[in-house]
């Protein structure tokens, strides 16, 4: 995650804009989690990598476009109620995929997929915006 948030973002940020890595991001997340299903280990090891680059490209795009949106009044403000929403989220989303994994096993990787190419469709309307 530290190299994807460093040199990688770094260098991709210039060939493309947030709004874009959102997209990419997003797709990648969203690959990662079908890939968890499997019980080959050379996929799971597959899937960890995707989810550093997936959610690094992701969310601090996601951060980025919210900073530049908010104003250098309400920046941090924004950010802080962001990262936030991200804390309960993670709480959350922890613990109900727990309680799923328990009732469906593998399944559950599918269905956060499915949210995660949710995401992923309606983020182009980014795209209109920038």
């Known amino acids: ?5 460093g040199p990688i973002l770094r260098i991709v940020s210039k ?6 890595l959102v997209i990419i991001g997003s797709v990648i997340l969203g690959t990662n989690f079908v890939f968890f ?13 995707l989810f550093a680059v997936g ?6 795009s996601v ?9 250098t009044i309400y920046q941090g403000a924004v950010q802080g ?10 709480i959350i ?3 109900a995929g727990g309680l799923l994994y328990s009732l ?3 399944t559950t990787f599918l269905i956060s997929a499915g949210v995660i190419f949710t995401v992923f469709i309606l983020s182009f309307r980014l795209l209109r915006f920038y």
Do not use: D, H, P
Not at 1 to 5: G, P
Not at 81 to 90: I, K, R
């Open 37 to 49: 299903v499997s019980n080959n280990s050379i996929m799971i090891y597959g899937a960890a990598v």
């Open 81 to 90: 109620v962001a990262s936030s929403f991200a804390s309960l989220a993670s």
């Open 104 to 106: 469906l096993g593998g």
């Open 63 to 71: 951060m980025s476009l919210l900073s530049k949106n908010a104003g």
């Open 55 to 60: 959610y690094g490209l992701m969310w601090l």
């Open 93 to 95: 989303g922890l613990t």
């Open 15 to 20: 060939r493309f804009s947030e709004n874009k």
């Open 1 to 5: 995650m530290v190299f994807v948030q």
